[in-house]
């Protein structure tokens, strides 16, 4: 079955320490996206991609960073730069085109120790 | 700056009331409008979406939204609820230009008691 794979699903970040969250897809979609939920503050965009080798910075991209080397990865890496990273991370992807859906990953909780 | 409000945070219903979620939106241009269902421990998924044609959309599970341009609105309804419906909902918007951004309501948390 196709889909949106991300790991791990819990992930445990020391303070002053990167972590990297991985996004997987094997839809053949063009498109990729990173958001950060948190309770009631609904879904934030922090990355995202239209393209292999190409990104932009969504609403809250600062502390994280993202590279897409290949089609089917986008990986996320927290920073120490992000003072807050305490959330639950959520990959996505569609074909591009602004009228498809965005399909969904499982996501990754991140806590800090 | 296009923004997303959903009137309701949290809603409480018994099985079988009917239920609509408010959902506005604000911007000028052609948009596209979705409704996401997250259920508990479960990933994001779609509902429903509206690009163009009939205003009325119908989606999974009985589900049902209406796109009214002149309020910009795009409320969800369901007749009829059940338990398995507890879940938490999201609408998003996206302009039909260039921006393929999602932009996103808070969402609502809707508890439906047996």
């Known amino acids: 079955d196709g889909g949106i794979t991300q790991s791990p699903k819990y992930l445990f970040r020391k303070e002053g320490q990167n972590v990297t969250l991985s996004c997987e897809q094997n839809?053949?979609?063009?498109?990729m996206y990173w958001y950060r939920q948190d309770p009631g503050q609904g879904l934030r965009l922090i990355y995202y991609s239209q393209i292999v080798n190409d990104f932009q910075k969504g609403d809250i991209a600062e502390g994280y960073s993202v590279s897409r080397e290949k089609k089917e990865s986008f990986p996320l890496t927290v920073t120490s730069a992000q003072k807050n990273p305490t959330a639950f991370y959520l990959c996505?992807?569609?074909?591009?085109?602004?009228?498809?859906?965005?399909?969904f990953g499982d996501g990754t909780r991140l806590s800090i120790l | 700056a296009q923004s997303v409000s959903q009137h309701n945070h949290h809603v409480i219903l018994s099985e079988a009331a009917s239920l609509e979620l408010g959902c506005n939106y604000s911007?000028?241009?052609?948009?596209?409008l979705f409704w996401y269902v997250q259920y508990p421990g479960q990933h994001l998924q779609l509902l429903l979406k509206y690009f163009s044609g009939d205003p009325l959309v119908k989606g999974i599970k009985g589900f049902e939204a209406e796109f009214i341009k002149s309020k910009f609105s795009f409320n969800l309804r369901k007749p009829s609820v059940q338990w398995s419906d507890t879940a938490e909902y999201f609408c998003a918007v996206s302009n039909a230009g260039n921006n393929r951004k999602l932009i996103w309501g808070l969402g609502t948390s809707l508890a439906v008691n047996p």
């Open positions: 839809l053949n979609h063009d498109a």
């Open positions: 996505a992807s569609n074909s591009g085109l602004s009228n498809q859906p965005q399909h």
């Open positions: 911007y000028g241009g052609t948009v596209n």
